[in-house]
């Protein structure tokens, strides 16, 4: 094989490789089993913008399911139950690489991964606000620990929810939400929640 063939085949080996879409492999287990709840909670499931997972069987209050995505990405884990009144409810956590542990009902955190500590952290900070009475300052001092986070991180999956919980809280203004839509990168600006907010708000003009 001439040299230069060889090197040309080694350059479109190369380029494949660096084309290849690589996935993050990720796990999440956890126990209910010390919560009131743990009788009825039959199994879990996943809801983003990628859609909705297969169902996940809860067994003796513990449950474990794995998969791959693509890049980190926030979603909604659905715990569903039976009992005399069927139902369900659910739960921030960011799919990404490594083993994700499930803290807990009285938390209602994952943690193991990178992006969900820094959700545990982020929530750590907002419950340490101290408050005579739940006035304006208070909701203020929210908003800036939402607001600081997002600045500081604008593109990862974690900024998604920083953002999410300061729109649905009502803790920013119109106006600041465009401002911060504006700061975040195409990570954040792409996900069905950004779309819905910028339709939400082009709807109302």
Request: negative net charge; contains cysteine.
């Amino acid at each position: 094989m001439k040299r230069s063939s060889f090197f040309l085949l080694c350059a479109i080996v190369l380029l494949a490789v660096c084309c290849t879409p690589s996935t993050q492999q990720y796990t999440v287990n956890g126990s209910i089993a010390k919560h009131p709840m743990a009788a009825y909670v039959d199994s879990v499931y996943l809801v983003n913008d990628l859609g909705e997972s297969a169902k996940s069987p809860v067994v003796d209050g513990k449950f474990s399911f794995e998969g791959e995505v693509a890049k980190p990405i926030l979603t909604t884990i659905v715990f569903t139950y039976g009992g005399a009144v069927p139902g369900k409810f659910s739960l921030p956590l960011i799919l990404e690489e490594g083993n994700i542990h499930f803290l807990g009902l009285p938390s209602k955190r994952f943690a193991g991964t990178p992006l969900n500590d820094s959700i545990v952290m982020l929530n750590t900070k907002a419950n340490e606000v101290q408050a005579d009475v739940i006035d304006e300052a208070y909701y203020d001092k929210l908003a800036k620990i939402l607001r600081t986070y997002i600045k500081n991180n604008p593109n990862d999956a974690s900024t998604v929810y920083a953002l999410r919980e300061g729109v649905n809280s009502d803790l920013f203004t119109e106006e600041e939400i465009w401002e911060l839509l504006q700061v975040c990168g195409v990570e954040v600006n792409t996900t069905n929640f950004a779309k819905e907010i910028c339709a939400k708000y082009d709807a109302m003009e």
